[in-house]
């Protein structure tokens, strides 16, 4: 990348959660045990969902795909992570950082599609629950799962082209632990409003349309739910729906914080601590969420363990 002083970025120092060696060990062991919790737990309900055939539903198909994406998406930025807290040297190269950023970023915004499928499979569930198993075949569940992810991987495309091309003037210093767009930004010499202009319209469709559909979706749920006559079957409707609802919430909840929010109301602390919540809380909940919340995942889970006890 040329820059207006000639100077070529090879690579970008990442000053990480805390410079305090103290402070790095504990960070370490915490993110190490959350990384932890989130393989063991993502890795377990997709094989759980693998092996059981009572879990082969629609519901548990768009399950599999957010535990495989959490998966993939905590991959790709814990371990460097982890990495650069016990390392004196936090620098990333130039190719490196791009391939962060792109891949991240488009993980990020598949999960954006893919919780919104998941609450219209709930939708479809309930309000039209005779017609459910034609309306969500098997050949609808794989063509929504391939859009989702073909979706995901090619909107950021343009994002990542502008931001990665922005004239930085020898600044190479990012304070953060990964590459994102907005630490990019904040560290350019030049007008980035264009850059700034297509990052929000990409969070507006990729943030704010699934959430207008998923509100939508969930209040026209919450409608058929009331109709139910069994008391029973209220429960077990809110107790499906329920688990998607805390998942969306806390995983938009910090998507949105980190996108949508105005440069000038950004500080650097802030935004480490809203990129924690989506790189590592949400992605170590929801396996819990899923799995303390549904009875079928538990009841798969104890069949499984007492399987595996008798051989």
């Known amino acids: 990348m040329d820059l207006r ?10 000053l990480g959660l805390s410079s ?28 759980l969902i693998l092996t059981d055939t009572n879990l082969h539903t629609p ?6 795909n957010l535990s495989f994406l ?32 792109y891949v991240s970023l488009s993980l990020g915004q598949t999960e954006c599609i893919l919780l919104s ?5 709930r939708y479809v569930a309930i309000c039209f629950p005779l017609h459910y198993t034609t309306i969500m075949s098997k050949m609808v569940c794989m063509r929504l799962a391939a859009c989702t992810w ?3 991987f090619l909107f950021p495309i343009s994002q990542v082209a502008f931001t990665l091309n922005v004239n930085l003037c020898g600044n190479n210093v990012i304070n953060h632990f990964l590459c994102e767009v907005p630490e990019i930004l904040s560290m350019s010499c030049e007008n980035t409003i264009f850059i700034e202009c297509i990052t929000f319209a990409v969070g507006v469709i990729i943030l704010m349309i699934p959430v207008t559909f998923i509100v939508v979706s969930y209040i026209k749920i919450i409608l058929s739910i009331l109709k139910i006559a069994s008391s029973a079957g209220r429960r077990k409707a809110f107790s499906t729906c329920g688990s998607h609802m ?11 914080g980190a996108y949508m929010k105005p440069r000038s109301s950004s500080t650097p602390e802030t935004d480490k601590v809203i990129a924690i919540f989506y790189c ?29 006890s008798l051989c």
């Open 5 to 14: 002083n000639d100077t070529v970025i090879v690579e970008f120092i990442l």
């Open 20 to 47: 305090d060696p103290k402070t790095q060990v504990i960070l370490f062991f915490i993110c190490m045990l959350g990384y932890m919790i989130i393989c063991t737990g993502n890795i377990l309900i997709i094989i």
């Open 59 to 64: 519901m548990y198909f768009f399950l599999s």
């Open 70 to 101: 959490d998966l993939c998406f905590s991959t790709s930025i814990v371990p460097r992570m982890l990495k650069d807290l016990v390392s004196v040297k936090k620098t990333i190269s130039y190719a490196e950082c791009a391939a962060q950023l």
């Open 117 to 121: 499928i998941m609450a219209y499979d």
């Open 150 to 152: 073909i979706c995901g």
């Open 246 to 256: 805390i998942v969306v919430t806390i995983f938009y909840g910090s998507a949105i």
């Open 280 to 308: 590592i809380v949400t992605p170590m909940l929801n396996p819990l969420i899923y799995t303390l919340r549904n009875n079928d995942v538990k009841s798969s889970f104890l069949k499984c363990r007492h399987r595996y």
